[in-house]
Structures are given as C-alpha cells and as structure tokens.
C-alpha cells in the first residue's frame, strides 16, 4: 500500500533549484538508501517530506505517521557524539512512527553500533528512508535506492551493490554508445572528404581523354553537372554529421605511478616495530603491552569500538614513543580531521604541490580523480566547502614526500563518490598505509591486515577483513535480542527514576509493558 507520494516537485534553497522530481511513491515495507554527492539536496528533500521546508511546486501526499531522525543531533552534557546518537535513535525506535526518514544515523557510532542500527532496522516493522554514506550499511538494510544526480531523483531497486551494478551496465551501455556515435563520425567525415576531393576533381581533363573530346561541345557542362552533384552529396554529408546526436566520452581514470622516498630501499624492509608498547593514558589503561611489526607495503586497518584506544595508538607511533622503533627509510605523512596542513589564502594546486616530490601532471591526475577538475585546481582553499577541504587534505598527504601514510578517519565528510575515489588511490598505492575508519567496505577493501583493539589487547591479524568480522560476529537475531533488551533496561532505569519524582500513570503503565517485554526477551 502506498504511504506516500511525490508528484511534480521542485525544491530549492535561495532560488538555487536542488532537486526536481517528476513521481515517486514510497510503499509500505520500502527501505530506502537516499544518496548523492554533498549538497545535492538529500537533508533538504527529507526536510520536505516531513513539511519542515516548503517545496517550490508540486504534491507531496502523506497517509501515514512519520518522523524525522535529524543528522545534527544537540549535544547533552558529558555524553559522546556516539552516545547521544544512540540516543536519539532508540528514542525514534520507540516512536514506532510508520515512515521514518533517517540523515545520517550511524554518524561517530562505531562498528558495534552501526551494525546494531542495522539489526533494527531489519526488523523494523514499518518503511523508511535513510541517507548514508555507509556502502556496507546501505547493503544490510535497503532495498531500494533514490540517487540525486544532477538534479534529477532516479529510483533503483535494490541494495546498494545492485544498484553499482546497474549504474556500471549504464557506463559500459555509455561506452558502446560513444564507440559507436565515433566509429559513424569518422565514418561521415572520410566520406564527405572523399566526394569533396572527387568534386574538385571533376571539372579537370580526365587521363584517357584527349585534349579535342575534352573541348567537344557539352562536355564543361557534364563535368559541371557531377562536380554540382558531388558537392550536393557533400553537402548532404555534412548536415548528416551536424545531425548526428553527440556522445560524451566517459570519464576514464589514468593510471598511478608515483615516485617514493627510499624507494630502492624499502623491498621487504620492516619500517615499524612496537615491542611492549604502553597503552596507559594518565590513570587509564586502554591496552596491555602491545607487539607488532609493519612491513613496506602493508595496508592495516585499525579497529576497535569508540574509546579503546585507535587515534592514541597512530599518535604513539607518529610521535616515536618509547617501545616504538621506526626505521630511518620510513618517511611518514599523517591525516588528522582538524585540516591543519592547508593554507586558507592559496590555491588546491599550491597546497598539494607544497613538499611534494611528483610532477604536475601526476598532481593534476590526482586531484581529478577527487573531482577536481581542469580550473577548479586553482580555486583558493577559503571558499570551498567541509567535504572539499578534506579532499585537498588527503590529496596533499597522498602526495607527500613520504612512503607511509598515516590516516585518522579519512572517510569522514566525504560522499560515496568521492569514498570510492580514494579508495582506488589507496588500493594503487604503493606504500605503507595504516588508517582508523569505521567505514566497513572502505576497510574490506584496501586492509591486508588488522590491528584490533579489544578486551585491553592489540591482537595483529592477517586477512580480509570481512572473514576477520564474521568469525567475531555472533548471529544476528542474538544480537539483536542483546541489543533491545539492553534499550529495554536502559528505558525501566529512567522511567522507574521518573516515578520516584513525578508519579503519574502513563508512566506506570509504561513501566508494567516494558517489565513484561524485558521477561518476554529473556525467555
């Protein structure tokens, strides 16, 4: 049954048209991925469905009861950003609305969390629609996906991978066309140069005719007449071509090959070792001694839930503490989320080729993979935005003089695009990386190796990520009980301090149904 129904609708923001969509309808049961580059629209079009902003024109038709889980949630007291997100969704969970619209619900939440959001939201009783930047997260939970490309909201049915899929078929569908569209270009304009070279051939004396037939009455006006009908066909030619539909060429990335510092001296060579490594911070101990060596080459993801200790492992090894050895080829270049590393009044191009040894063009084809293209390069730093900002600054790192890189939340800000983007810069590098993101299909995609952080000890693990996670899983439906009947326990401790004040009997009845849900999960 349909929930709601878009029809004809525009939104804008300061005149400035975001999205246009033509008709749209969400049905009972629909799970679905909203995604897009930044700033396409994606916060403003749930704003709108919910009546929080005007849209231009058009229908917007709702049946059922909705809520709005918000991206920028208000901060309380000494809670985490993690802990008041959490918040917030078991507060929206509660509400059992029919349609939720979710922005950005796994935001600072780590593993953990995330895949307890998703358990939810697989059980989740009624539709929604969620925009995430989680690939892996977008998988779990959608079935459907709405893209804001240009504009314009195209529906895909689907997960996140199926509707990849889909739009790699429409790029290989893009290719063929342009192929095609260039093989009848050239195939036009060797014909209209070959009729107009035959028509300024035509009024010459051809070979095997003497110099008397040529001169015979009638012949300059037959010569005449073809040279007329060859430029006609010419002519004809060229309205063809100036007809034929123009196809744009696809986008294709050019390869990577970078020059590192110590390059000849890095094959198997050992650049960082930690022996008995401290994990204390003041008076608390996030792990135990820790050991572990990174060979040249190594891509390690840094793992762990929030708070046990990721960013102060990378700020022992960056700042060479005592029980960390680094090797004097190894040269280190670190990302940290502050963007300190940018000069606000220079240009993307003078940042990034600031301290760094590779050429233009290799500079040029990096900042185009991030999608900076051609004059963009030359914008000043100040005017650009968040998600911007950090692209520059991870190009700048990427492109350091350095051969190790060091990468703290690299994926924060940045849209799926621009994710996958750095992705591929990541899996052709060719030296050291070790990076912290809580991004399950950027780490399944680029680690060989994990360092995870859990029950107070570095464990240093070899292989793929996604085989590492599932033997730590538990099944799903276990996991969710545990997680609800935690929400549950959580909701008896407030609303049992809330009677003790203020006694009313909602509040009793709350209590007694959320008592008998509690004996229902533990049994």
């Known amino acids: 049954m349909m929930i709601l129904e878009i029809k004809d609708v525009t939104i804008s923001v300061q005149a400035n048209v975001l999205v246009e969509i033509d008709h749209l309808e969400v049905q009972e049961g629909d799970h679905i991925g909203l995604i897009g580059k930044n700033g396409t629209g994606k916060t403003t079009l749930l704003k709108t469905l919910i009546g929080l902003h005007p849209a231009e024109k058009g229908e917007i038709k709702n049946y059922t009861s909705m809520e709005l889980l918000p991206q920028l949630k208000a901060q309380s007291g000494t809670k985490s950003g993690g802990e008041t997100t959490q918040r917030y969704i078991q507060q929206a969970f509660a509400n059992q609305a ?28 009624g539709a929604f629609i969620v925009v995430s930047h989680d690939r892996a997260f977008l998988d779990h939970v959608c079935n459907k996906i709405w893209e804001i490309d240009q504009g314009k909201l195209q529906e895909y049915k689907g997960n996140y991978q199926q509707y990849k899929e889909q739009k790699d078929l429409e790029l290989e569908q893009q290719q063929l066309a342009y192929q095609k569209y260039q093989d009848k270009k050239q195939q036009l304009e060797k014909a209209i140069t070959l009729k107009s070279e035959k028509a300024n051939r035509a009024t010459k004396k051809p070979k095997n005719v003497s110099a008397s037939e040529a001169s015979i009455t009638g012949a300059k006006p037959y010569f005449a007449k073809k ?35 110590n390059q000849h001296k890095l094959t198997n060579k050992m650049l960082i070792q930690a022996e008995n490594l401290d994990g204390t911070i003041g008076n608390r101990a996030l792990w135990n001694k820790a050991n572990f060596q990174i060979k040249h080459g190594d891509k390690v993801a840094i793992t762990g839930m929030n708070g046990s200790g990721k960013t102060t492992l990378l700020n022992k090894i960056m700042t060479n503490r005592e029980g960390v050895h680094i090797s004097t080829a190894c040269q280190i270049a670190y990302f940290k989320q502050d963007l300190s590393l940018l000069h606000l009044d220079k240009s993307i191009l003078e940042n990034v080729k600031e301290g760094s040894l590779q050429d233009e063009t290799l500079i040029r084809t990096v900042l185009a993979r991030l999608h900076f293209y051609r004059d963009d390069v030359h914008k000043k730093v100040h005017v650009l935005s968040g998600g911007e900002r950090v692209k520059v600054t991870l190009a700048k790192v990427f492109l350091s003089n350095s051969n190790t890189l060091i990468l703290d939340e690299p994926t924060n800000f940045l849209d799926i695009e621009a994710m996958e983007s750095l992705e591929q810069l990541l899996i052709e590098y060719e030296g050291t990386l070790l990076f912290v993101s809580h991004d399950r299909r950027f780490a399944e995609k680029i680690a060989t190796r994990l360092l995870t952080i859990q029950d107070k000890q570095v464990h240093d693990r070899r292989g793929s990520y996604q085989d590492l996670q599932k033997q730590a899983n538990l099944s ?33 009845d709350e209590f007694q149904q959320l008592v008998k849900t509690k004996r229902k999960l533990k049994e």
């Not at 008896?492 to 006694?503: A, N, Q």
Request: glycine content about 0%; aromatic content about 6%; cysteine-free.
């Open 227 to 261: 040279q007329k009908k060859l430029q006609q066909t010419a002519k004809a030619l060229e309205m063809r071509l100036e007809k034929l539909e123009k196809v744009e060429k696809p986008f294709e990335e050019k390869a990577l090959k970078m020059t590192l510092p």
């Open 98 to 125: 029919e349609l939720l619209l979710a922005d950005e619900p796994t935001t600072h939440l780590d593993t953990k969390h995330i895949e307890w959001v998703e358990r939810t939201l697989r059980y989740w009783k």
């Open 476 to 508: 799903d439906e276990k996991k969710y009980k545990q997680d609800q009947l935690l929400a549950i326990e959580t909701r008896i401790t407030e609303v049992l301090s809330r009677l003790s004040i203020e006694p009313s009997q909602d509040l009793e």
